[in-house]
């Protein structure tokens, strides 16, 4: 394990990332943004921000930009990552060193996502402000953190998967942007048509809210990262706020089993010799 973290991939990359000055004005026009936001909402609102603990929508402000520049960034960083290798006619040298499949796709989302990471970690202190005025408790933090923390890992995989599977960068990110955009926004969507629709199909079996209690709806809502944003936030979407569930542990569930099949999917489409089902099974029948 430790001689992963030393491949030459992850130390190339790593450098090059991080030392550039590129990185450096990234981070701080990022950071000023986030910090900047919070400090123009007081100033537009002096009431309030005399009152600590009673502005609650600055929280739900930092936190919808947040996570839409995770939604924004997370795709972009890893959707060139194996096709950019590609394009430059490199990706076959790689694959002809001692690395295996699995030990470039995981060293890539690495090495993509610790941008992702820093700005999360360090756009942390700013939410002390957000903490002092919004009336937000240390365990509401903890759920965003971990939300965000699980967005930035689906999304930068699924961008790994599109470079891995689609030859070329730019369609590549358009792919990646789509399937993102269906299941943040595609899955709310879904939700809500489904139970409309049923509660208007059978008035007699679902004459109040009840749709909304149907496990499937639940789980439906569940993966819905908007549902579940707003859930950690305090507020609710429609009438799901009466889940039986917790969502945010669904969600982070449901999204790290998605992360590791499309880590272990884009490790073979790697291959450069892949066996499918069907040679396994020619291979048993001349083995009997």
Request: glycine content about 6%; proline content about 5%; charged content about 10%.
């Amino acid at each position: 394990m430790g001689s992963f973290f030393f491949n030459p991939i992850l130390v190339k990359e790593m450098r090059e990332r991080f030392r550039s000055k590129k990185t450096f004005c990234i981070l701080a026009i990022y950071l000023i943004v986030m910090g900047g936001i919070p400090l123009g909402f007081l100033l537009m609102d002096p009431i309030r921000a005399g009152s600590l603990g009673e502005n609650r929508n600055l929280f739900l402000i930092s936190a919808s930009i947040h996570y839409a520049m995770v939604c924004f960034v997370a795709p972009a960083l890893t959707a060139g990552a194996i096709s950019g290798e590609r394009e430059r006619q490199t990706l076959h040298i790689l694959l002809t060193t001692q690395l295996s499949p699995s030990t470039i796709v995981l060293s890539k989302l690495i090495t993509s996502l610790a941008f992702s990471s820093l700005l999360i970690v360090a756009s942390m202190p700013l939410y002390s402000v957000v903490m002092l005025y919004g009336s937000v408790s240390p365990e509401q933090m903890a759920q965003l953190v971990v939300f965000l923390g699980v967005n930035v890992l689906f999304l930068g995989s699924l961008g790994l998967f599109c470079s891995t599977w689609i030859k070329r960068t730019s369609v590549s990110t358009i792919t990646a942007y789509g399937i993102a955009f269906f299941f943040i926004v595609g899955t709310g969507l879904l939700f809500l048509f489904i139970g409309e629709s049923l509660q208007q199909a059978y008035p007699d079996r679902f004459p109040d809210a009840g749709v909304w209690n149907l496990p499937e709806l639940q789980m439906l809502a569940g993966i819905n990262p908007a549902v579940v944003l707003f859930g950690i936030l305090g507020e609710s979407i429609a009438d799901v706020d009466q889940l039986s569930f917790s969502p945010w542990l669904f969600f982070a569930c449901f999204y790290l089993v998605l992360t590791a099949l499309l880590m272990w999917w884009s490790a073979y489409l790697l291959r450069p010799v892949r066996r499918t089902w069907l040679s396994w099974k020619k291979r048993q029948n001349r083995v009997k």
